[in-house]
């Protein structure tokens, strides 16, 4: 803190508008402006001493530095949650953000003669912007999300919307603090920012540590910005109204008090009905069959259907990760065809929900199958949901499965040398963007380390027909890590939901065709074909998977450069 002695900066005195009309700062903060409980040489009348006054104002830089940053976690999350993963969508929100952070600031430079009243009225409509953000955008996308035509993009405009509003609002708070701390004590401005920055700082920071280790996890995006809106209103309001009520007229005091009821009436309604609203966003994107939904520690995970024939299906992060119209085609052409020669010891990567482990077990000869999914709430749904585990054949329950829950990536580095005949990916589209390092060459150098002599890999690549530039420089990826490829694809997915990065509810959804796979082999380029003592399968044989070969040969794309860490080529 500043030296209590510190002497006036000098330059021409500042005025302010209070209750009587104009004050000055500056000569006359020893004269009559310094009577009533504040310390000598305050330049408003406080309530509370001077030191006191200003560790309560730094105290609400604080809270307020730290539901700003929240407020930006949510809508980068919102933005990646209920649209897509694309860094380039990320990088807009917080971008505006940023910009109209600094227009806010320039902004708030014309409030300052009424710091105290404008201060208040910014935190009660932050409060309420912020805090209603997430419920807003998420029920927008919910109930409109489908709408095509010009409303195509509504649902990403009204983020930039709320990125803009938020922070022009939060921009504006900084310069109103400064003022209204040096109404307390005069000191020099090098000195006032340092304090203001330093409880600025530490409050972004505990903002966000909050946002993913507290609030995300215990309460959930909606609840968790509600309360930090309600937060925020309430520190804003007792602020001002309390600390500097006499810097107000009467009528500004109670149509303060008035706006922060109004605010936090609206968020506590909010927050007791977000239950309901959840429940009904869901069935507006899922239909009314939704039977479980959960977040666990890494996504949100939701169960429809698997009841009175009707189909199940498997959603993570808003993504549909399998259906039961249509699974049973995908995990047949992505094992089966890896498994013709050695297989005792299968690896796979992802398949947590034992889709791709009830195809492995299908094949005799199978001594151990490693699975390696990052998520364990999916892998006990998978154990324990009656028609998950019926769908599976109770896989994971198979005394030769093994279940590791970890980081594929992370796992590999570690694992044994030539370990496994059989190495199956079965992981999300690698345009996410926390799949892309499991798509890249880095990664298949790891894969490629733990295959036996002979062994093969097999990749899902995402759709072949409407990206094709992903699927190809995945083949590309795979040869440059040193693997010879073939790749080949399936058609039968269900229309309606995509299951690539992108989340958009079914009309507005660009519908995918077809599987994309990649067979990689260390020493020998693989040729697909089905395990003559094998399991009978129901939808693929030796012709229909040499014309998948053929298919997918057609759509090649020439000349891509391989995917790596620090230069990912996937797009969004």
Request: charged share 20%; glycine share 12%.
């Amino acid at each position: 803190m500043i030296d209590r002695q510190a002497p006036v900066p000098p330059g021409p005195a500042q005025t302010w508008d209070g209750p009587d009309g104009p004050r000055a700062d500056g000569p006359l903060a020893d004269g009559p402006l310094a009577d009533g409980p504040g310390d000598a040489g305050s330049v408003v009348p406080l309530p509370v001493r001077q030191g006191t006054g200003r560790w309560l104002v730094l105290a609400g830089v604080f809270v307020c530095a730290a539901c700003g940053l929240v407020y930006e976690l949510e809508l980068v999350a919102l933005a990646t949650y209920l649209m897509d993963d694309s860094i380039a969508q990320t990088s807009v929100v917080l971008s505006v953000m940023v910009f109209a952070m600094g227009i806010g600031s320039l902004a708030a430079k014309r409030l300052r003669r009424h710091a105290a009243a404008g201060f208040g009225a910014i935190e009660a409509a932050l409060a309420l912007v912020g805090g209603g953000s997430a419920m807003a955008l998420y029920a927008v996308f919910a109930w409109t999300g489908d709408w095509g035509g010009m409303w195509a993009d509504g649902p990403r405009c009204l983020l930039v919307a709320f990125s803009l509003a938020t922070g022009l609002l939060i921009g504006a708070e900084v310069p109103l603090l400064m003022e209204l701390i040096q109404r307390i004590r005069r000191q020099d401005a090098g000195g006032a920012v340092a304090d203001l920055s330093a409880a600025d700082y530490v409050g972004a920071l505990v903002g966000g540590l909050a946002f993913p280790f507290l609030l995300l996890p215990v309460l959930g995006q909606l609840t968790g910005a509600l309360i930090t809106g309600a937060v925020n209103a309430v520190v804003g309001g007792a602020l001002v109204l309390g600390l500097f009520r006499h810097d107000l007229s009467r009528p500004a005091r109670r149509l303060l008090l008035t706006a922060n009821i109004c605010v936090l009436t609206l968020l506590a309604s909010a927050a007791v009905l977000v239950d309901d609203f959840e429940r009904a966003a869901r069935h507006a994107l899922y239909g009314a069959d939704v039977r479980v939904a959960v977040h666990t520690d890494v996504q949100e995970v939701l169960l429809t259907g698997g009841r009175d024939g009707r189909p199940l299906n498997l959603f993570l992060d808003g993504r549909l990760r399998f259906s039961g119209r249509d699974e049973l085609r995908y995990h047949e052409a992505l094992v089966h065809p890896a498994m013709t020669g050695r297989h005792a010891r299968v690896l796979v990567l992802g398949g947590g929900d034992g889709l791709a482990a009830r195809e492995v077990l299908r094949h005799p000869g199978v001594r151990r199958v490693d699975v390696v999914a990052l998520d364990p709430g999916v892998v006990r749904l998978a154990r324990t949901d009656p028609a998950l585990s019926r769908l599976n054949a109770r896989s994971l329950d198979d005394p030769r499965v093994h279940v590791v829950t970890a980081d594929a990536f992370d796992w590999l580095r570690t694992a044994p040398t030539a370990a496994y005949d059989v190495v199956v990916s079965d992981l999300p589209h690698p345009g996410i963007t926390a799949s892309t390092k499991l798509y890249a060459q880095e990664f298949y150098g790891l894969a490629r380390q733990v295959l036996a002599p002979g062994g093969r890999l097999v990749v899902h690549g995402g759709a072949v027909e409407s990206r094709p530039r992903d699927f190809w420089t995945l083949d590309a990826t795979l040869r440059a890590a040193g693997l010879r490829t073939t790749a080949y694809r399936v058609r039968g997915r269900q229309a309606g939901y995509a299951a690539g990065p992108d989340r958009r509810p079914p009309g507005g959804a660009r519908a995918h065709r077809d599987w994309g796979f990649v067979l990689a082999a260390d020493r020998h380029t693989p040729r697909p074909r089905l395990d003559p003592a094998g399991p009978r399968l129901r939808t693929l044989t030796d012709a229909s998977l040499a014309a998948d070969v053929r298919a997918a040969e057609r759509t090649r794309v020439a000349g891509l450069p391989p995917s790596t860490l620090v230069h990912p080529r996937y797009s969004d």
